[in-house]
């Protein structure tokens, strides 16, 4: 409207009045400062003293077509500014997933290794480190030295190593070593599951070892020695080289050259004491060696009895002949064992299948089942109980209502002195509460409970009215 020459004035400011006179009485001065604790587009209402308050608030009202317009313009405006912020956040997110899916430690799968073992005949398996440290990634450090590695090794599908094999790691730093010395019992595949780890970038490598143990062309050795290795550990005693030396000793001492080494044991898994953590201290290691030939007179000599008798005193057992595990191998003479083993012919071993079915067979599941006869079964269960219920019922019935004494009886077990004393007592007991009940001499005063010694009043102590023991005892 063209003649409207009203001037703009903020919403919640009530008009002016007319003319040039102040606000009416009851009336907010739009001079003056508005309270800051009423809400937006309320007007203070005067009270009594000249103060102000604020008046309720009311219900806002829906909002109109074009209120609704103008209030929805800003909210699409800021998501139109929202977008690029948002797109942002998702580009950041997906960039730190990338970093942390790349930082995340790999894991790499050799392929398969098939190694064998014989029955009675002692098994190694080293867990070298070069060849896993060339699976790695990371393999090598910036001064390129080897990273350290550790092995873990189990049976697939089980937590534990089957009981014929052990592994020994002495240091991250040095092979891991799997041994053992299968049975006839252990025939067939062993699948064992092996998993490296890298120390320093936690990367990991996994394996599977597949063991077919196959019986051995002559079987057992008849005749074993079991030598006590006091200066060597296990894992030294695992290595080739290190077993034949030994082999190379044991046959000065047996006096033969048809020597193999059957079992390799740690002293630890035999009972042995951890050694102090002192240079030179080992923990032992039995090691046992077969021949088919019988023992040299030197080894029958160390284990005779008179050679025990010398060892149980302190002393060194017999031999006629010279040591020649000295000085590489201190042996320990006075826990030399001999065994003879009695060879036994080896079962042939399983024979393992394709796992399908021969070319024409197939499986006939059985379609009619047999008829039961469930009567008798039922009997006995709901019978059995019940008769013994009835006997355990008769039983106590018997003791507690046909084996009573009686007082016929049981007096006539007793004493003719004892019956009198006991019937006396009760004759004497009887005829005093009789004379309690019927005597008529009064009380004496001095035990009645209201009694004036001085002046002799008395109350009865017989129940009396409610304030009766409020009456005082001396003469006012």
Not at 28 to 55: E, F, K
Not at 184 to 210: D, F, K, S
Not at 366 to 392: I, N
Not at 396 to 420: A, F, N, P, W, Y
Request: net charge neutral; hydrophobic share 35%; glycine share 8%.
């Amino acid at each position: 409207m063209t003649g409207d020459t009203r001037t703009s004035r903020p919403r919640d400011t009530p008009p002016d009045p007319p003319g040039d006179m102040g606000p009416p009485q009851g009336m907010w001065d739009p001079g003056q400062p508005r309270c800051p604790a009423c809400w937006r587009g309320s007007v203070p209402q005067a009270v009594g003293g000249g103060g102000w308050r604020c008046p309720r608030r009311a219900p806002p009202r829906p909002p109109g077509p074009a209120a609704a317009v103008s209030q929805a313009w800003p909210h699409a405006r800021r998501r139109k500014m929202e977008a690029p912020a948002l797109l942002r956040a998702w580009v950041l997110a997906a960039v730190f997933l990338a970093g942390s899916w790349a930082a995340l430690p790999s894991h790499r799968i050799l392929p398969e290794h098939h190694v064998s073992a014989e029955t009675g005949a002692i098994f190694v398996q080293a867990l070298e480190q070069e060849r896993f440290q060339e699976a790695f990634v990371a393999g090598r450090e910036d001064d390129g030295a080897a990273a350290p590695v550790t092995f873990q090794a189990h049976l697939s599908d089980h937590p534990d190593l089957p009981r014929w094999l052990r592994y020994v790691q002495r240091d991250p730093r040095q092979h891991g070593y799997l041994y053992g010395c299968p049975t006839a019992a252990e025939l067939g595949t062993h699948v064992i599951e092996v998993l490296a780890y890298n120390r320093h970038t936690y990367e990991t490598v996994a394996q599977r070892l597949v063991i077919t143990v196959i019986p051995a062309p002559g079987g057992d050795p008849p005749y074993q020695a079991e030598f006590l290795v006091g200066n060597r550990n296990v894992e030294e005693l695992l290595p080739a080289a290190a077993r034949e030396m030994f082999l190379q000793a044991a046959a000065g001492v047996w006096e033969r050259d048809d020597l193999r080494v059957t079992n390799v044991t740690s002293a630890l898994d035999r009972g042995g004491r951890v050694p102090l953590p002192i240079e030179g201290r080992k923990e032992g290691v039995y090691v046992t060696v077969g021949s088919p030939g019988p023992f040299s007179p030197c080894l029958v000599a160390a284990t005779s009895p008179r050679s025990r008798l010398r060892c149980s005193q302190g002393q060194q057992p017999l031999a006629s002949c010279y040591d020649t595990f000295a000085p590489r191998f201190a042996v320990r003479w006075c826990n030399l064992t001999l065994l003879q083993v009695r060879s036994s012919p080896t079962a042939p071993g399983p024979v393992w299948g394709p796992g399908v079915l021969e070319d024409g067979g197939d499986f006939q599941a059985p379609t009619e089942v047999p008829p039961r006869d469930l009567l008798p079964g039922y009997l006995v269960t709901l019978l059995v109980p019940l008769a013994v219920a009835a006997l355990l019922c008769l039983l106590l019935g018997h003791l507690m209502c046909c084996r009573r004494e009686g007082l016929q009886k049981r007096d006539l077990e007793t004493s003719d002195i004892q019956l009198v004393h006991h019937t006396s007592i009760h004759g004497d007991t009887e005829e005093l509460r009789h004379m309690a009940a019927s005597r008529d001499v009064p009380r004496p005063l001095s035990t009645l409970p209201m009694f004036n010694i001085r002046t002799g009043q008395r109350i009865n102590p017989m129940p009396s009215a409610p304030d009766g023991a409020r009456v005082p005892l001396l003469p006012r």
